[in-house]
């Protein structure tokens, strides 16, 4: 189900434009508004979770979805090395509240990463 107040259920709605780079049924990939690398995109469920805090034991369909776009799209892109991390919670760094796991790549990335 959506929130109607969730950034990211708008550009699943297609209320807010994004930069599809790839979509299923369940999941939207999309090139981040503030890139941290030159390739930075974010990959979300079409339904509302708040965070992986929130995903049940019976969401591993979802994950693994999301898992196979975003290695989809580091493929695509020809990227043989990045990252894939996701923020839960404010302290962690989450600023919307919806699943999303990010992709970053293209270039050196340091350790740790905070």
Not at 14 to 41: K, L, N, Y
Not at 45 to 50: F, G, L, S, W
Not at 92 to 114: E, I
């Amino acid at each position: 189900m959506a929130d109607p107040e969730c950034l990211f259920c708008k550009i699943v709605a297609g209320d807010i434009p994004s930069e599809r780079v790839h979509e299923d049924g369940e999941v939207i990939v999309f090139r981040d508004i503030a890139p941290r690398a030159p390739t930075h995109v974010l990959a979300i469920p079409r339904r509302h979770v708040a965070s992986v805090a929130d995903l049940g034991d019976d969401d591993g369909r979802l994950l693994a979805a999301l898992f196979a776009a975003l290695r989809r799209v580091a493929t695509d892109t020809g990227l043989a090395d990045y990252r894939i991390v996701t923020n839960v919670g404010p302290g962690a760094g989450q600023s919307v509240f919806h699943l999303h796991f990010h992709l970053l790549g293209g270039r050196p990335l340091s350790w740790p990463p905070g």
